[in-house]
Structure formats: structure tokens, C-alpha cells
């Protein structure tokens, strides 16, 4: 049963079927509802699930799935580097995660060919309805990716309806792109 | 690129699919059939074609001619191999005449049958799924009870179950401890009996009756075998599908889909004492379909 | 008196149940069988309850009104007296009225496509999911854009009926063999609606607390 579909109860992960709960970052099982006489020592170690390293920044949460190395707020905020130096008011702003169908090769084609520049592997800076971004690309599953978008600079106003119109023609042209693509294989 | 399909008509060559009874639903749904309009069924990876024939019995046609089809407590069962393994499974109470039974009507569910079926034999689901009718936390404690394998009839039987119940059934207005039995009379039809409200001492049927249309996809079918007399059937098939309306998105959540017949994949406790018989039952009968098949090359 | 002709398993329905709920009103639920049994299309409703056979339908008094989207209108305009659910603002009625639009493309597309998976409706299946991806797409991208601006709801500053009519068969997305990875706006919508004070759900949609989950 996917634990995703769960609760927060008393500061553990409740499985949404039997009610099993699970201790944060140790991930062990520390109560069965069904067996309420069962104590936690008989329990200890049994039964666990598997846990990542998790940080927050820049409205969103990161993982490692590797859970090789706890992600520091530096290795996060490397991600966009303005952040690192900005003040409050320079910080990055989400603007939204943008799904798109496509693989990750055609959405970076496509980032590419709207004027974007590739930083490192996934993280893009770009401009979009004039105001510079960071892109962050990543592939979800089979046929879709997503791409996060940050506005470079907080401040500096603008009204959100271009910035989203210039959002909806980037996704458009990826997909446009992939579907073109598509096409043409063999 | 050539490509090869293999002549085998329905998606598994399981002998405890192909050489059993299976349901394709109510028998009220070949009202106005006939050869020339059949009703459609969809049953192991085929569809089917049924009619109610001249001489007023069900007639099936699958990919490769006619199969047997019957009639039973009102539904029809099909059976897409040679001859069944075993007769159809009785439920005296069905004919009963001081007894009224309402089919609650078959609903998709896209898991394999047999999670359906352990599902209908879980009880320490009730507080978190079905909260407010079958279960209510605190009380969530599963107490042990009793399960044995029939030794004429093969079938699973658990007894002395009992749980806590603020609304067991759609006529009750009181919480009580149901008392519960279950039977599981084939890998994808079970039968739950609880106390009666319209008849105190008796027991009330509900009858689990999944349909295979693959590996991965089922319809649930539910038949009440009630005394009952007050409410409208729309009542009670509400008060029926709610609950599995509620079993539904944890059926469709679980992974693997196909039931895993070999730990560890899934924990058991005590508490699961059915499930726990129940897996091993269909492994005894070397159950394929529906189960998940660990990959050699699996972590 | 209010009376509700009702199905437990329905998203338009529970559209209703939701908003009454919410508004503290009484009524009566009155059963029907939609499947198996198909009374919304039996001579007896068509006669009458309602001539086009669906549901749910609502009798207030002597006042009767079929289709959900009309009748949160009408329980909101009725008996809202603090203007919460459907305000009285000419943009914000403009815009949950669109949305109330949205609403009936969602039962075209996705309750269609989950009609056809749990109740055996025939129907092309493929054509309605990809038409509910394009509407969960609409109410994802105005989602992201609220949320940039601060808000969380679809036509106001708080929710109003626009997000009733359009939750519950988001919610219900994954009965119609839909996936919400890729609306992550829409999924945040859904849980903010899930954690509203004195939110009642339905069979399909998981609640966020375990309690009494059914009125």
C-alpha cells in the first residue's frame, strides 16, 4: 500500500489501510493499531521503510535518493546560485512546476532554442517575458518531465499574466517539439 | 517485423481460471437477449457473447465456440476450460423465501481479484477505511479468532471474528460487536455472514463474487442475502457501495497489483490470520493468475 | 423542507452533499439506485423526478431544480446570507461562472471516463481521458498562477462554489485511469480542499483525518 496516500498522526507517517504508523527519519514501524497490546520493543527494528534525506529551500523540498549525503542548504541553494549571495528581497521567487509531456532531451532542445543556457546537468537560466529564470528540469516518468521555474529575482514587479502567457508558450513549443519528433521516428 | 501471437484464446492457461466457475454478472442482464443481440462480458483477457437460448437457458459463446454457462443464486457463471474442477459452490440461504436478495451490482476495480477478495476477509481495515460504519478508532483491536480449511469442500472457513461496529449494517442506529464468519468457497468468491438486525439469531449473507477480466482488472460483484424488509433495495446498495466505494482507491493504490504469494514483500501479523490462510491456500492450489511473479533479476 | 434525490457513489451529487453540509442545512437524502438497477432512467423518474434522467436532483419546498452546478447556485444564493460561497462581486460571479463551466467539461471527460471503468458504461474511454487531461491542465494552470499571486482558490480570495464544482471529479481522477503527477498545482488544490474545516468527503476521495467519514 503506498504510503503516499497516508497520514500525519502524532508526528508519524499513518498507512492510509491498516493504520500501521512510522517514525520519522528512522522510518521504523511504532505501532499496529490491530495489535494495540503489542509493545514498541517487540516491534523495534522489525519492520521499517526505507528513508531519504530531505531539505527545503526555495518553496520546495528536495531529496537525495541516493541517501548518500544529507542536501545542505548550500547544495540546495547551489542549484540557483543568485541565492547564495541575494538579499531576502534578491531571493529567487517560484513561479510554478510546469508539466510537459515529452521526453528530456526534446525539452532541453527546446529550452535551448528559447535562449536558455545550461548551468550543469538539470539547471537552465534563461529569460521569460522578459524577466530572467532558473530552470530546473527533471523527468518524471515515461512521457512526462517537469520544469521548475524560478523568477531569478524576487523583486522587480510585472504583472503574472505575461510571465505565465511566456510559461504556456515555452511548454507549448516542447511539446509541439516532442510531438514533432514523434513523427518522424521510425 | 514479424510477429508471432499465440493461438491461446483467454490471457492464462491457470487451471484454477480455466477449469472453474467464474461470474459474469447478474442473470437479469440477459433480459431481452438473443442470439441475434447478445449481452457482452468481459472474462479473462475475452469477450464473451451470452443469450438466454429457446428453451429459456443461458447460452456462451467465447473466442472458440460455445462454453458452459449456468445460472446460480442469479447470476451466471461461465467456466472457459473443459469441465470445472469442482461443482459450484452452494449457498443454501439463497433460497430461502424469507430471505431477500438484492444484488448490489458489479463495479470495476483495477487491482487483481484476488487483493478483492483478501481485502473482503481484512477486518483491521474498518477504523481507517470504512471510519464511521464497520470501524471507529479507538477501537481498533483485531482479537484473535479461528481459521481452518474444510476438509470435504476445500474451502476456507473463519470463525468467532468479532469487531467493534458503530453502524454494521444500513438498518442498524446503534454501535455493537458484530459477530463475524467468512468462507471462501474459490480463489475469487467469499461469503461473510453477520448477526441479522431483522432477525436476531440469524444470520445476514453477503456474498463476494469477483469477475477476472485480466491479471490486473476485476468487477467486484456483491449479493445480500438479508432479512430484511423495511428499507428499499436503493438503500441497501447504497449502504454496500459506499463501503466498497471506499475499499476502492486502496485496492487500486496497492503494488504490486498482482497479490504476492511469497513474503516478504508485505508484513503479516497475527491479526491477518484469513489473509495469511488465505495465500496459502492459493498457493497450495499452485495459483498463477493475479499473483505477482518475482522477477529473477528482483533485488 | 429539503429533500435530495441522491447516489452515494456520484461526484455531482456529492457536489450538493457538500455544499449543504457546509451551509448547516437539513435535508432528506432520498436513495436511488443508479447501478445496478438504473432507476434515474426508469419511466417512473423520468416522469417525475427528471426528464433527462439524472442526477441529482433537489426539491426545496415546491421548488424543484435538477443539474449540481444550477443547484449550488441556487442553495448559495438561498440561503448564504453572508455571501461567502457564491459572492456578490460582478468579476468574482463572472469567474465562477467560468468555472462552473470547467465543472461540466470535467463530467463530459473525466466522470464519463469513470462511468465507462467502475459501472461498465460504454464509451471511448481513451477520448475522455484525453479530454479530462486538457481540463485538469485549465484548472492546474490557473492554480499555478493563484498560488504565485498568493491565493488558493479558483475564483475568489476564499472558496467558493467554483471549487466545489470542480473538486470532485479531480479528486476522483484516479478512477477514470488518470494520473495527477503532473498537475501539482491541482494536487495542492485538493489537499487544501481536504483540510477545510467541516469537510465531508465521499467513497473514492480518502479523507485527511480518520473520523466519521459519511454524514
Known amino acids: ?167 504556456r508558450r515555452l511548454r507549448a513549443d516542447i511539446e509541439a517539439a516532442a510531438a514533432a519528433g514523434e513523427g518522424c521516428s521510425a | 517485423m514479424l510477429c508471432i501471437t499465440p493461438a491461446m484464446a483467454f490471457c492464462t492457461d491457470d487451471p484454477n481460471m480455466r477449469n472453474e466457475w467464474l461470474t459474469v454478472g447478474s442473470a437479469r442482464n440477459l433480459h431481452g437477449s438473443s442470439a441475434q443481440r447478445p449481452q457482452t462480458a468481459r472474462l479473462l483477457g475475452e469477450n464473451l457473447a451470452l443469450w438466454t437460448g429457446p428453451d429459456g437457458l443461458p447460452v456462451c459463446h467465447g473466442p472458440q465456440g460455445p462454453l458452459a454457462v449456468r445460472q446460480h443464486c442469479g447470476y451466471l457463471w461461465v467456466c472457459c476450460g473443459s469441465t470445472p474442477t469442482r461443482p459450484l459452490f452452494v449457498l443454501p440461504e439463497s433460497t430461502d423465501p424469507a430471505r431477500r436478495l438484492v444484488d448490489c451490482g458489479g463495479i470495476g476495480v483495477a487491482t487483481s481479484g484476488l487483493r478483492v477478495v483478501e481485502n473482503f476477509l481484512d477486518m483491521g481495515h474498518f477504523p481507517f477505511v470504512h471510519a464511521g460504519t464497520l470501524g471507529q478508532l479507538p477501537h481498533t483491536e483485531v482479537l484473535p479468532y479461528r481459521v481452518e480449511i474444510d476438509p470435504h469442500s476445500d474451502e476456507i472457513l473463519a470463525t468467532g471474528c468479532q469487531f467493534y461496529q458503530p453502524r454494521a449494517s444500513a438498518s442498524a442506529d446503534t454501535g455493537l460487536m458484530a459477530q463475524y464468519r467468512y468462507r471462501v468457497m474459490q480463489p475469487l468468491c467469499a461469503a461473510l455472514y453477520k448477526s441479522s438486525p431483522g432477525r436476531p439469531g440469524a444470520q445476514d449473507v453477503i456474498a463476494l463474487m469477483v469477475q477476472p477480466l485480466d491479471e490486473e482488472n476485476a468487477i467486484a460483484h456483491c449479493l445480500l442475502v438479508y432479512f430484511e424488509d423495511q428499507l428499499s433495495d436503493a438503500a441497501l446498495i447504497s449502504f454496500q457501495q459506499a463501503i466498497f466505494g471506499q475499499d476502492k482507491p486502496i485496492l487500486e493504490n496497492q503494488r504490486p497489483r498482482r497479490l504476492p504469494l511469497d513474503g516478504p514483500l508485505e508484513t503479516h501479523m497475527r491479526c491477518d490470520l484469513a489473509s495469511v490462510t488465505y495465500r496459502r491456500w492459493l498457493k497450495g492450489r499452485g495459483m498463477v493468475f493475479g499473483v505477482h511473479a518475482p522477477t529473477a533479476a528482483a533485488p | 423542507m429539503i429533500s435530495l434525490y441522491d447516489y452515494e457513489l456520484s461526484g455531482n451529487c456529492y457536489k450538493v452533499r457538500l455544499l449543504l453540509h457546509w451551509l448547516g442545512l437539513e435535508y432528506t437524502r432520498i436513495p436511488v439506485d443508479f447501478h445496478p438497477g438504473r432507476e434515474h432512467q426508469s419511466p417512473a423518474f423520468l416522469d417525475t423526478v427528471n426528464p433527462l434522467g439524472q442526477l441529482p436532483v433537489l426539491q426545496d419546498g415546491d421548488f424543484r431544480l435538477r443539474d449540481a452546478q444550477a443547484i449550488l447556485v441556487y442553495l448559495a444564493s438561498q440561503y448564504d446570507t453572508d455571501q461567502y460561497w457564491y459572492p456578490s462581486d460582478a468579476r468574482v460571479r463572472g469567474n465562477i461562472t467560468l468555472w462552473l463551466t470547467v465543472a461540466e467539461q470535467l463530467n463530459h471527460t473525466a466522470a464519463a471516463a469513470r462511468l465507462q471503468r467502475s459501472f461498465g458504461y460504454a464509451g471511448d474511454s481513451a477520448a475522455c481521458q484525453q479530454g479530462a487531461n486538457a481540463v485538469l491542465r485549465q484548472l492546474d494552470d490557473q492554480l499555478a498562477e493563484q498560488h504565485f499571486q498568493g491565493r488558493h482558490w479558483l475564483a475568489a480570495e476564499h472558496p467558493t462554489i467554483a471549487d466545489i464544482a470542480c473538486f470532485p471529479y479531480s479528486a476522483l481522477a484516479g478512477e477514470a485511469g488518470l494520473d495527477l503527477i503532473g498537475f501539482p498545482a491541482l494536487r495542492q488544490w485538493i489537499d487544501a480542499m481536504r483540510h477545510q474545516p467541516g469537510f465531508i468527503t465521499m467513497p473514492g476521495i480518502l479523507a485527511v483525518r480518520f473520523a466519521k467519514m459519511l454524514t
Not at chain 1, 503489542?38 to 530531505?54: N, Q
Not at chain 1, 540546495?76 to 517560484?94: G, K, N, S
Not at chain 1, 523527468?139 to 524576487?154: I, S
Request: proline share 6%; hydrophobic share 50%.
Open chain 1, 1 to 167: 500500500m503506498r504510503l503516499s496516500l497516508g497520514r500525519i498522526v502524532r508526528d508519524h507517517l499513518s498507512c492510509a489501510y491498516h493504520g500501521w504508523e512510522y517514525a520519522a527519519n528512522s522510518g521504523h514501524c511504532v505501532a499496529i493499531p490491530a495489535l494495540p497490546a503489542l509493545p514498541r520493543s517487540a516491534l523495534a527494528g522489525k519492520v521499517c521503510v526505507k528513508t531519504f534525506p530531505v531539505h527545503e529551500a526555495h518553496a520546495m523540498v528536495w531529496v537525495r535518493l541516493d541517501g548518500d549525503a544529507t542536501p545542505t542548504a548550500a547544495s540546495a541553494v547551489a542549484m540557483l546560485p543568485d541565492a547564495a549571495t541575494a538579499t531576502a528581497q534578491a531571493q529567487p521567487r517560484f513561479i510554478c512546476s510546469l508539466g510537459v509531456y515529452g521526453t528530456a532531451q526534446r525539452l532541453q532542445g527546446e529550452l535551448a532554442r528559447h535562449g536558455f543556457v545550461q548551468q550543469e546537468a538539470c539547471v537552465w537560466h534563461g529569460a521569460l517575458a522578459q524577466r530572467p529564470v532558473h530552470a530546473l528540469t527533471l523527468q518524471a516518468n515515461h512521457g512526462l518531465c517537469f520544469v521548475h521555474l524560478w523568477l531569478a529575482k524576487a523583486a522587480g514587479g510585472g504583472a503574472p499574466a505575461p510571465l505565465f502567457a511566456a510559461v
